[in-house]
C-alpha cells in the first residue's frame, strides 16, 4: 500500500519523490511506503497552518462547533475500530488483544474527551481587590503547534498531540515516528472527513532528523509537543530555546513497583507481569524495578518466575498472543546491549534474556528477570525500553521508599498492599507524575499524565492538557472607568 502524506488538505508526495518503507515488526515483511519528507516538506506543512491560524476559521469558531468536529471524529474512529487495531498491530509490534482493548478504545475515548473538554474553554472574571474592578481572563490557542511522537503507541499519541490542540483552537502539524506513520495518516483521513478544515492539520512523514528539527526550530511554530526519550526531549528543549517557543515533553522512565509485605502475592505477581511486560516493556510507564520486601524476596521470585514462563510470545495478529516483538532489530540489539551489561555488572539472570526459539522472523525476545540488582548498575539506571525486570530486595518502608526515588526519573509508580492506609503513605512519598496503588498502567483522559525530573515537563490529558494548549490573556476592561483616575499622579486630570 503507498500512502501519502497530508499537507494543507491535500494528500501530498515528499518534494523530493522519495519514499520509505514501512514494515510489520512480527514478520519484517515490507507492508507499506509512505513519503520521506524534507525539511522543505515540513516547511510547505508549517506554512499552511499558519496561513490556517492566522487568516483561517478555526482559531475563531465557537468552541461547540470545534467539539463538534471532533466528536465526529471520535465517531468514524469507533466505526472503523476493528480496521485501526489491525493496522495498529501489524505495523506497531501490538498484540492485537491490546490494540483492540487498549489502544484503539483509548484513542476514542480520548478524541470524545476533548471534544467535550473543547466547550468549557472560555472566560473567567477575577476580582482584582486591590485595584477594586473585575477583569477578564481569556484562554485563547497559542498558534501553530508541532507534535512529535514516538512508535509505541502510534495512535494514542498522535490523538494526544492533535485532539487537544485542535479543541483550544490551533493548528498542528504532527509527524508519528519513521516506524509507524500509518494510524496517524489514517486519523488524519478521518479528521478531514470530520471536518477539520484544510490547513488545520497536517502530517509530515519524515525523519527526526530533518522533518523533527525544523518543527522545532522554524520561527513560525508557536509551541512544540514531543514525545519520545530523554535524551532527544534534551535536544528538543535546546532548539525550541531559541525562539522561546512553549514546549512539553514527555519522555523516559524508570518506574519502580514497591511490594510491601501485606501485599496480595498472587494480585501483586499478576500486576507485575503487566507493569513489566506489557507491550513487551516497551511503554514509558513501564514498571521496570520490582522492590521486595527482604522477607517475600524468594517465594515471590520462585512464583513470578513460574507465571512468566506461562506468557505466549508471538505475531500480534493471533489473538493468543501475550507478547509480540520488539519494534526493530536495532531496539532489540539495544536491549540485548542492556541485558549483557546487567550480566558484567553482577546481576543475576534468573529467567530469560534470550531469543526465543521457535520464532526465527521478527524482533522476538525473551521477557527477562534479573535479580540482585543495586540501584548502581545500568540496568537498574537507565530506560531500557524492553522486556528486562530488575529486582531489588529491600528491608523497611524507609528503604523502600530511597530505592524508589533513586532515580533521575519520575513518570509513575506503581505500591502494592493490602493496607491502603499504609500503601497511599508510601505512595504519597514517591516523586513520580502517577503512583497507582495495586495497580499499574491505567491511564484516565481525565487525570494527568506526565513527569517528574527528567521524565519531562508539562502534562498531558485532563484540563491541565487541554490548558497547555491555550496562552491566557488579561482583559483589562474597566467599566467604571474609575480605575485611570488613580494613574500614580504621573498624568494629572483636567
Ligand atoms: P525517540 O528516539 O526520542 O524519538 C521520538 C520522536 O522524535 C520520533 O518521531 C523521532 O523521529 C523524533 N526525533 C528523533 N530525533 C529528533 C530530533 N533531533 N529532533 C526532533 N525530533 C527527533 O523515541 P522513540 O525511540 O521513538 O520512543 C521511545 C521513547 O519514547 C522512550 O524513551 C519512551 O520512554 C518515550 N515515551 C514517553 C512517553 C511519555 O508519555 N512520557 C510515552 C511514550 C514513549 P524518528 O522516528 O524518525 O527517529
Ligand atoms: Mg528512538
Same mark, same amino acid.
Given at each position: ?94 498484540? !492485537? ?15 470524545? &474527551? ?64 519513521? &516506524? ?52 532527544? $526531549? ?51 510507564? @513501564? ?64 529467567? $530469560? ?10 524482533? &522476538? ?76 498502567? !491505567?491511564? @484516565?483522559?481525565?487525570?494527568?499524565? $506526565?513527569?517528574?525530573?527528567?521524565? $519531562? ?11 497547555? &494548549? ?25
Amino acid at each position: 500500500m503507498e500512502y501519502k502524506m497530508l499537507i494543507d488538505g491535500g494528500w501530498t508526495e515528499a518534494a523530493s519523490g522519495r519514499r520509505s518503507g514501512v514494515i510489520d515488526p512480527s514478520t519484517e515483511e515490507a507492508i507499506a511506503t509512505v513519503p520521506r519528507a524534507s525539511r522543505e516538506d515540513a516547511r510547505a506543512a508549517i506554512d499552511a497552518a499558519r496561513d490556517s491560524f492566522d487568516g483561517g476559521p478555526w482559531p475563531q469558531m465557537r468552541t461547540d462547533e470545534r467539539g463538534d468536529v471532533l466528536e465526529r471524529l471520535a465517531r468514524l474512529l469507533e466505526e472503523n475500530a476493528e480496521e485501526f487495531a489491525s493496522l495498529e498491530a501489524l505495523n506497531g509490534g501490538k498484540p !492485537i488483544r491490546q490494540a483492540s482493548f487498549g489502544d484503539i478504545p483509548m484513542a476514542i475515548e480520548h478524541t470524545r &474527551y476533548f471534544a467535550q473538554l473543547a466547550k468549557t474553554l472560555g472566560e473567567e472574571v477575577v476580582e482584582l481587590p486591590d485595584i477594586g474592578i473585575k477583569s477578564r481572563v481569556l484562554r485563547e490557542p497559542i498558534g501553530v503547534c508541532t507534535g512529535i511522537i514516538p512508535w509505541n503507541y502510534p495512535l494514542l499519541m498522535a490523538v494526544w498531540k492533535i485532539a487537544p490542540a485542535l479543541a483550544a483552537g490551533n493548528t498542528v502539524i504532527l509527524k508519528p515516528a519513521t &516506524y509507524t506513520p500509518l494510524t496517524a495518516l489514517e486519523y488524519a483521513r478521518l479528521a478531514m472527513k470530520a471536518g477539520v478544515p484544510s490547513g488545520v492539520l497536517n502530517v509530515v512523514t519524515g525523519s527526526g532528523s530533518e522533518v523533527g528539527e525544523e518543527l522545532v526550530s522554524n520561527p513560525k511554530v508557536d509551541r512544540v509537543a514531543f514525545t519520545g526519550s530523554t535524551e532527544v $526531549g534534551r535536544k528538543v528543549m535546546a532548539m525550541a530555546a531559541s525562539t522561546v517557543k512553549k514546549v512539553t515533553l514527555e519522555l523516559g522512565g524508570k518506574a519502580p513497583m514497591v511490594v510491601l509485605e501485606d501485599a496480595d502475592m498472587e494480585e501483586a505477581i499478576r500486576g507485575t507481569l503487566f507493569g513489566a511486560f506489557l507491550h513487551q516493556g516497551q511503554v514509558c510507564l @513501564s514498571g521496570t524495578r520490582l522492590l521486595l520486601p527482604s522477607s517475600l524476596h524468594d517465594s515471590f521470585l520462585k512464583r513470578l518466575i513460574e507465571k512468566t514462563k506461562s506468557l505466549r510470545l508471538g505475531p500480534t495478529s493471533s489473538w493468543e498472543t501475550d507478547l509480540g516483538p520488539l519494534i526493530s532489530e536495532s531496539q532489540r540489539e539495544g536491549v540485548e546491549g542492556y541485558i549483557a551489561g546487567g550480566l558484567g555488572d553482577g546481576a543475576r539472570l534468573v529467567h $530469560g534474556g534470550r531469543r526465543p526459539e521457535g520464532l526465527e522472523r521478527g524482533f &522476538y525476545l525473551e521477557p527477562t528477570i534479573f535479580d540482585d540488582v543495586t540501584s548502581d548498575m545500568t540496568i537498574a539506571r537507565e530506560e531500557i525500553f524492553g522486556p528486562v525486570l530488575s529486582i531489588f530486595a529491600y528491608d523497611g518502608p524507609e528503604e523502600a521508599v530511597d530505592l524508589a526515588n533513586a532515580t533521575t526519573y519520575g513518570l509513575a509508580a506503581s505500591v502494592w498492599s493490602s493496607d491502603l492506609k499504609r500503601a497511599e503513605e508510601v505512595a504519597r512519598r514517591i516523586r513520580a507524575g502517577t503512583v497507582w496503588v495495586n495497580h499499574h498502567h !491505567i491511564l @484516565s483522559c481525565a487525570a494527568p499524565h $506526565g513527569g517528574y525530573g527528567q521524565s $519531562g515537563i508539562g502534562r498531558e490529558l485532563g484540563i491541565w492538557g487541554l490548558h497547555e &494548549y491555550t496562552e491566557l490573556k488579561h482583559l483589562f476592561l474597566d467599566e467604571s472607568g474609575e480605575a485611570m483616575k488613580d494613574a500614580f499622579g504621573l498624568v494629572s486630570p483636567e
